[in-house]
């Protein structure tokens, strides 16, 4: 197989990085649009979540589309969306075409998102299965990050129509490697010929696994979400935000990858409480105490040792000839919380008078990750998946 893999997951990591880097736009630039537009907490929230919105209804049926049509063309199509989204957000006159730009983005992720892990399961096998998707996983984080580095000074010289346009640059990127660069693996599972869902146990399983995984990244998004908006309004400057969003994202990287080997040295579950755990009480502590670069570590390094676990754990809650519709069941509930979730901690900062309220509604959803795991594991063993990953 040679360098393909390797070149096909680079493409998958850079179509991430974008993503995170799309996603975190409206929340780094939200200040900025608060004030120019006369946002509340709410509707920078809704906004936020438009990205979203689209996801909870089109994730299963492009997981079957991909199924009967094939990886190439479905991801293909959902990375050029993901180049026009931030073109027709640059070109808005106001919040409604922002919006709407970034529902046409959003319908492009969902198809990244829904392939990305099925293709890395199809060319990945053994202990580099769970590597491989760690490193996908963290470099959403990486996005989050540039975000925050160059929107901001951006949007200071050029405007926030240049800033939402720089979008468009890495997706057109990974566009390019992986039209260059993808073929179907000769390991992948033959797909059936006609469309139907996984058994019952399947998508339970799926559909448990995809809360897990809304929890914890609801719970990350709200905290990246509103850390600008808490910054600012506590007096802080670009620069100390820039720091603070840089140790919570890009220290994702580092802990992520180190989460996948101390999984398979000590166990899923053990990584999973310890990394939840940190996140809740870093976010709560973020709200509530004046000291922003510590709970940045907490949040960035030691609550971020687990998303690779829960990811795995999802994947493989499919059979392999069912993964691109599993993966659409599974990112269904994503979708859902992930539309939603954003403009509940918007309302509960405006119930709160301030952005603390929408940190600690994050908090209380990332702790309800926990209880979904626990019955997850319950009805699966996963020793026993995370060995055959």
């Not at 990205?51 to 959902?78: C, E, H, I, K, Q």
């Not at 000291?291 to 907490?298: D, E, G, Q, S």
Request: with cysteine.
């Amino acid at each position: 197989m040679g360098a393909r893999p390797w070149l096909i997951l680079a493409a998958v990591v850079l179509a991430r990085i974008g993503f995170g880097y799309q996603y975190q736009t409206v929340a780094s630039l939200g200040p900025d649009l608060m004030r120019l537009f006369r946002l509340d907490y709410t509707t920078l929230g809704a906004l936020i979540g438009a990205f979203m919105l689209l996801g909870g209804f089109l994730a299963l049926p492009l997981g079957l589309l991909a199924r009967r049509f094939g990886d190439r063309l479905v991801l293909g199509a959902g990375l050029a969306l993901m180049v026009v989204g931030p073109v027709i957000s640059a070109a808005a006159a106001g919040p409604t075409g922002i919006g709407i730009g970034r529902g046409v983005a959003g319908v492009g992720a969902v198809a990244m998102i829904v392939l990305q892990n099925k293709i890395i399961a199809d060319w990945f096998t053994g202990h580099p299965f769970i590597w491989a998707i760690s490193v996908s996983v963290a470099a959403y984080s990486i996005g989050v990050g540039l975000a925050q580095l160059i929107l901001p000074p951006l949007a200071l010289a050029h405007g926030w129509q240049a800033a939402l346009l720089s979008g468009a640059a890495p997706m057109a990127v990974a566009l390019a490697l992986f039209l260059a660069t993808f073929r179907p693996s000769p390991q992948a599972a033959p797909m059936p010929s006609r469309f139907s869902l996984p058994g019952g146990r399947e998508c339970l399983l799926l559909l448990i696994a995809g809360l897990i995984w809304t929890a914890y990244t609801a719970g990350y998004s709200g905290y990246t979400g509103y850390v600008p908006s808490l910054m600012a309004a506590r007096g802080q400057g670009l620069v100390l935000t820039g720091l603070v969003l840089t140790i919570a994202s890009w220290g994702n990287v580092p802990a992520t990858l180190l989460g996948a080997g101390l999984a398979n040295r000590f166990g899923g579950f053990r990584i999973f409480l310890l990394g939840t755990a940190a996140l809740v009480v870093g976010i709560t502590g973020a709200a509530l105490l004046d000291w922003p670069v510590m709970f940045a570590v907490v949040i960035g390094v030691i609550g971020s040792v687990h998303p690779g676990v829960i990811m795995a754990v999802g994947t493989l809650s499919a059979r392999p000839e069912n993964r691109a519709v599993g993966m659409g069941l599974f990112y269904s509930m994503y979708y859902a919380g992930g539309a939603v979730v954003p403009a509940l901690c918007g309302w509960a900062a405006d119930m709160t008078g301030g952005p603390e309220g929408a940190l600690l509604a994050a908090a209380v959803v990332s702790a309800l990750a926990v209880p979904m795991y626990l019955l997850h594991r319950r009805l699966a063993s996963h020793e026993l998946m995370l060995a055959r990953a």
